[in-house]
Nanobody, 122 residues
Framework: QVQLVESGGGLVQPGGSLRLSCVAS????????MGWFRQAPGKEREIVAA????????YYASSVKGRFTISRDNAKNTVYLQVNSLKPEDTAVYCC???????????????WGQGTQVTVSS
């Protein structure tokens, strides 16, 4: 069982930045691929970024490539999402997820956090 707790969301102006964090319980964090997903009101959940257990492989949705960066610190059981150049359309609840298989769809992730709200507005 893996428990995930996100933090770092908030209200930010367009063009601003945030650093989202997700802390995982357990002693085998490096065994899990991690993903960040987001869901905006009235829209389907979508993947934002993913990172393999070792951190050697990463994936970004085309809508965030060049603006968002996923990273992980296995010694701290933490995965990060640095979000820069935020746009109003980035407004959503951002959730982290853990899975034993590195993938870019939700079905590959068995464990989910509760999410952190990111609101981009002037």
């Amino acid at each position: 069982q893996v428990q995930l707790v996100e933090s770092g969301g908030g209200l930010v102006q367009p063009g601003g930045s945030l650093r989202l964090s997700c802390v995982a319980s357990g002693r085998t964090f490096s065994s899990y691929a991690m993903g960040w997903f987001r869901q905006a009101p009235g829209k389907e959940r979508e993947i934002v970024a993913a990172i393999s257990g070792s951190g050697s492989s990463t994936y970004y949705a085309s809508s965030v490539k060049g603006r968002f960066t996923i990273s992980r610190d296995n010694a701290k059981n933490t995965v990060y999402l640095q979000v820069n150049s935020l746009k109003p359309e980035d407004t959503a609840v951002y959730c982290c997820a853990a899975g034993l298989l590195y993938g870019i769809t939700a079905r590959e992730y068995a464990y989910w956090g509760q999410g952190t709200q990111v609101t981009v507005s002037s």
